[in-house]
């Protein structure tokens, strides 16, 4: 069986497939990749069917080998890749022997890139995931993130001929990323003048931003609330501590927090927002519940029509 | 009774009651929630009770907000179940062996003082209580049981601890609880739970459940060290 032996894991690696549901209650976080479109294109380009696991690099600085002869490809964030040591088109997929070795570097955009292995990361799912959760131990390799020397064990190749856009890449720059949130939670209680704040101020991503959340900074956000009991939080929630700077939560979220929310980033602006670096500008905007479905529904089609 | 429903995010549905927490209420969410599994079957994926809150969270794509929304409505307004559901757990309370010793709770001490109680009142009144369950989450296994003798009502710290051990007992305002894993944590510490309250390869991995009821029983030292496992 073909194993990826790690020499390099880099600061937060980890295995993440599309993530793992029905655990909230437990107080597990749904995990899986932050850049669910670099996820699903990897998998359909090496004819992955079975939402295989990849490895999710942050800030690309990674270096494995496969023992034996497999077939590779790097998605989302982009990266420089050389296989033993001669640069390689860092988009396409490429037949990698046993034992040569492949070098991940992160570019200049973006923040998680994704290496497909063909046969997929095949550590042992658990609660029908194999997404690591890396606070609660739960999934990828020993529940954590991945080590220098780790060995990874990869899957026999079960899949089809692969075929998907190798352009799909949605972490382009952009001097300001909109964050289209649907009001929600505490919305209504907020003053107008919070509303406004948020609404109306340039807001930059911080170098607090990881798989549980993105820690905005800009404009004093006065919620005027002092506690709340504790509630399901969702992928997206705006969290105002008591401190009035923003947190959009993402995949490893707290599942219950006591923290106001006025509202849910939009799970496409989430990934924006997942792949944007400190400094990326960010402004608030509102959008109704069917404008959001219809937003969901073009970005599935786009990306549907791009996996074939 | 009064509530809202209302949008969590663009595929999830939260319904809020305006009452205080209580067990009658939290019941009502869960019978809520069991019906909502059988109702919205598989397109349901998820869903969360805090103290007066129910969230459900559905499959994007396959959710249909204006169904959801009257429906949670219709069962919002039924009246409270009188009677436990079938295959609730029994209101025998889980007991919790606690170790209450300045060696495993460093704020033991300091909650005597600030209380004007004694160390042996604050245990006996954190252990003549039986608390209720009201919520799980903040990390899997953590269980929000409520409420504290009013004498025992205390602030979390100005700033957490970045360090807390796995079954550290803890309180905060009017809740108790018990760190099932180690993590960061801004509550008192006042004793050390040996039991572990979570464990993956357990069925169901969580001790607790929103609905139990629990409570504390004092342990010696020789008993608290001889029930620790070995880490």
Redesign the interface.
Known sequence: MNALQIQRAGIASSVQDSGR????????PPAGAMDWCALVSGQRQLGHLQDEAAIEVAYGDFVASPTDDCHIVVTGAPVSLSIDHQPVSPTSVHTVAGGQTLDIKAAAAGVYSYLHISGGVATAP?FASRSTSP????GGLNGGYLRNGDVLPIGDFAGSEGGADPHLITARTRETLWLRF????QYAALSDAAIKDLLQSDYIVTPKANRMGVTLAGTTIETGIQ?L????T????IQIPPDGQPIVLLNDR???GGYPKP?????SDCLRLAQARPGQKVRFALCS?EE??RI??LE?HYLETRLR | MTFEV?????S?M?L?FSEP?QPALTRKLLAIQDTAQQYFSETL?????????L?L?FT??KFE?DRAEAWLREQADNPMPETSRPGERAEQPVILPAFYHPSVAPDLEWLANDTGLSVDDVIRLHCEQTYFAY????????C?LGNVDSRLVTPRLNTPRPHVPAGAVAIA?SQTAVYP?D?PGGWRLIGACPERLFT?EST???KLS?GDFVRFEPISEADFYSMSRPT
Request: hydrophobic share 40%; with cysteine.
């Open positions: 549901f029905g655990m909230l209650q437990m107080g597990i658990q606070r609660e131990g739960v649907v009001p929600g939670f506690t009991l504790s509630e399901a969702c992928h997206g929630a707290q599942t219950v509202g849910a980033v939009i799970r519940p959001a479905d969901q529904w599935q | 209302g949008p969590a995010g663009e999830a939260r809020i927490p994926i998820d869903s969360v009770i805090g103290y007066t809150t969230t969270f994007p794509f907000r919520a799980t989450g903040f990390a899997p296994g953590f929000y305002d894993c993590s993956l169901p991995p969580s929103v």
